[in-house]
């Protein structure tokens, strides 16, 4: 499918979902799985149709926005930044899961601190190399589990996957972390990325089926 058809796909079935009255349930489930998903034992891909080629030595990620030091990183630099091991379950909206993800990288929390967000920074806006784009609110940036992953089971994260660099947010639809990212801003006001206008929840919680807006 070309990259226009899939996208053009996604976005009509969040429009159907929501024509249909299917809204995300009123109580959280408490399961391991979240409500309407499948264990997957591979690791699918999702993407727009590119996988940019990013040599290490040419990747940057740019920290910046409503902070009081905007910071521009080098690999070098990224992996001079203390480095932290996750192991997190991950939730597509497509309804796989995949248990047991061993991510390392950066904590969010690290670039937090290096960057000091300003008192009215609320959400956070993330940047691909890709295009892609997508937007979560700073509080849920803020847990242990959000990581900067530049690998996965203890190899580089592969292109397909998202490398050199991509953003885990286990508690959230996958669709929140971005792979291949360049650049994270702080904002002080919420700003919907790429599928978020397009019809998917903002907020997107897998434990209520908050897969539409
Ligand atoms: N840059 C970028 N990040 C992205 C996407 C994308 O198309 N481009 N797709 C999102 C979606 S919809 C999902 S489910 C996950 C998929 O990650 P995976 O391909 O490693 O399974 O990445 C998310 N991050
Ligand atoms: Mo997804």
């Given at each position: ?100 993800c061993r991510w390392s990288g950066v904590a969010f929390t690290t670039l937090y601190e290096l960057v000091q967000p300003k ?95």
């Amino acid at each position: 499918m070309s990259k226009a058809r899939y996208i053009e796909a996604k976005q009509k079935w969040a429009e159907k979902q929501k024509e249909r009255g299917v809204s995300a349930r009123p109580t959280r489930s408490t399961d391991r799985l979240p409500p309407g998903q499948k264990l997957t034992a591979g690791f699918p891909v999702l993407d727009l149709g590119i996988q940019p080629l990013i040599a290490t030595a040419d990747w940057e990620l740019t920290v910046g926005g409503a902070v009081e030091k905007p910071a521009r990183l080098s690999w070098a630099q990224f992996h001079a930044l203390p480095q932290v091991e996750d192991v997190s379950d991950f939730h597509c909206v497509t309804t796989w899961s995949k248990y047991d993800c061993r991510w390392s990288g950066v904590a969010f929390t690290t670039l937090y601190e290096l960057v000091q967000p300003k008192a009215d920074a609320t959400h956070v806006y993330f940047t691909s190399y890709d295009g892609y784009t997508t937007n979560v609110a700073l509080d849920q940036c803020l847990d242990d589990d959000v990581l900067i992953a530049t690998s996965f089971e203890g190899a580089p994260v592969a292109r397909e996957h998202g490398g050199p660099a991509r953003v885990i947010i286990p508690k959230l639809y996958a669709w929140k972390g971005a792979k291949f990212i360049k650049a994270i801003a702080f904002l002080t006001e919420d700003k919907l990325g790429f599928w978020e206008v397009r019809g998917y929840s903002n907020t997107a919680d897998p434990w209520t089926e908050d897969r539409y807006a």
